[in-house]
């Protein structure tokens, strides 16, 4: 959480910027109505200082790394990533001095891979063909050559961790204990897991609905992984249930946040929201909560915000 300004020994005192992670805002949509007397209300992660929910574990994992001791100054780090959780390493990386090298596929927009690198990142592409599961075999063959030293979003429990000291205490609070249902994109599952727990831990009965791609489907920040990927972190009884999610339908929510409620934000984002009518479609007085990843800018190449035809 931001600090206030503070006087000590004489000085003011002010937030660093890695104290401004978390805390972002949780809204009602407007124009986008569920019915049935249902609240829709979207956690706007794209307010974090690097602009996604990806901000919180990324300075999870490298704190909790240096608490330990298994990062010493002047150490490399290797992550595999689709995106948003390396622009967010890249930027703690930066503010903490450490050399960071990515390795993404190279169908990522442009906008992605700039950010990156503005903040000092190298940046390795394997092919669109191989995804994110040849970037994460690379980034494992150059960790095991000693090239320097693995964060591992997708195994790593500081990644959840962040979301169950962070994400999920604040939904708690900023509802005042009234949501019925968490709607979430899945990805490395980080948050999802680390928001579960939270929740569950305070209601036994709110709903934790996942969300992954339909067969055939690309969307940025939702994956369905193989069985030898599946993320070490993802405890599959802490969801209570899965909807598959389609790419039209994604990209067409996506363009819906932006144009008929003012949230500019990504695919996965669009995701999350229809993932959160479906879930409204069947529900009466519910208090439905989606998490919006991320912003839209970091897509405008891609052509996504065009007009449907």
Not at 116 to 137: H, K, P, T
Not at 245 to 266: K, N, S, V, Y
Request: aromatic content about 6%; proline content about 5%.
């Amino acid at each position: 959480m931001p600090k206030r300004p503070f006087q000590k020994d004489g000085y003011m005192h002010f937030s660093t910027l890695e104290e401004t992670i978390g805390k972002t805002p949780l809204v009602r949509l407007k124009r986008i109505t569920a019915g049935r007397n249902n609240t829709l209300l979207a956690k706007l992660e794209g307010n974090n200082p690097a602009g996604s929910v990806k901000d919180r574990p990324a300075l999870e994992m490298l704190e909790q790394a240096e608490a330990r001791g298994t990062l010493a100054p002047g150490d490399t780090l290797i992550e595999a990533t689709s995106g948003n959780t390396g622009i967010a390493l890249a930027m703690v990386a930066a503010i903490k001095g450490y050399r960071l090298v990515l390795i993404m596929p190279e169908n990522a927009s442009s906008e992605r891979k700039q950010a990156m690198i503005a903040y000092g990142a190298e940046l390795i592409e394997v092919s669109r063909e191989g995804g994110m599961e040849e970037a994460r075999d690379l980034a494992d063959n150059m960790i095991a050559r000693g090239d320097g030293k693995p964060l591992d979003q997708f195994a790593n429990p500081d990644n959840p961790l962040a979301h169950y000291e962070g994400t999920g205490p604040e939904l708690w609070e900023q509802t005042a204990g009234t949501l019925t249902h968490f709607v979430s994109s899945m990805g490395t599952t980080g948050t999802i897991m680390g928001v579960s727990r939270a929740l569950k831990e305070r209601n036994t009965e709110v709903q934790i609905v996942g969300l992954q791609p339909e067969d055939g489907a690309s969307i940025a920040g939702i994956r369905r992984w193989p069985e030898a990927y599946l993320p070490g972190i993802f405890e599959p009884a802490r969801v209570d249930r899965m909807l598959d999610i389609g790419q039209a339908e994604a990209e067409h929510h996506m363009r819906r946040l932006a144009r008929e409620e003012g949230i500019f934000a990504g695919v996965s984002s669009g995701g999350a929201l229809a993932g959160a009518l479906r879930v409204a479609a069947e529900v009466e007085n519910a208090v439905i909560v989606f998490i919006v990843c991320d912003r839209g800018d970091r897509y405008l190449s891609t052509g996504l915000f065009a007009e449907e035809s």
